[in-house]
């Protein structure tokens, strides 16, 4: 049987996005992913790039799921009196009929986070071991290199994001 729960963490996930972080998390990445594809679009060693930038990417992303889980394994184990207060703080957001609580949003962002992160470094390792063998024409690797900018650069701003909520939870502003 093929394992699909990550679907319903996705839909979570979307279902908690507001506009402004939807341009925030989506379309800055989008634009930066763009400039990158323009800027080399006449670039011959796109695979030289490429190779690179995913070799860096997976050393990012080992740093980063690190960081998410350590954050999930606090936030689900801590007694602190700001957590137990968030568990009962209602939000605007429903997942079905349940409302989803400041616990649950932080819960949900977190996880899609290691979600991401680990398909990005899975992806990034097959992207290395294919590409170095077979090799790839400068339009192809280029549109590979802009996709790995924006995915990284979502993650990076998820994480901003995830950061400063938690930040100011514990600080209660």
């Known amino acids: ?57 997976l050393n990012l992303l080992g740093i980063l799921i690190g960081f998410s889980i350590a954050a999930v394994t606090l936030l689900t184990t801590s ?41 990005l470094e899975l992806l990034n390792i097959m992207l290395v071991n294919f590409f170095t063998r077979a090799g790839c024409s400068v339009i192809t690797c280029n549109i590979i290199n802009s996709l790995n900018i924006f995915a990284v650069s979502h993650i990076l701003l998820l994480t901003m994001r995830n950061t400063l909520n938690y930040y100011f939870i514990l600080l209660k502003k």
């Open 79 to 119: 007694n602190s009196e700001n957590i137990t207060e968030i568990k009962k703080e209602e939000t605007e957001f429903y997942i079905g009929t349940k409302n989803v609580s400041l616990y649950d949003l932080l819960l949900i962002n977190y996880t899609y986070s290691i979600v991401a992160e680990i398909a």
């Open 1 to 57: 049987m093929i394992y699909l729960e990550w679907i319903l963490l996705l839909a979570d996930y979307f279902k908690t996005l507001t506009v402004r972080i939807y341009l925030f998390e989506w379309s800055i990445p989008q634009i930066i992913a763009e400039i990158i594809f323009i800027v080399n679009v006449n670039n011959s060693n796109t695979q030289e790039l490429m190779l690179s930038m995913s070799s860096n990417i």
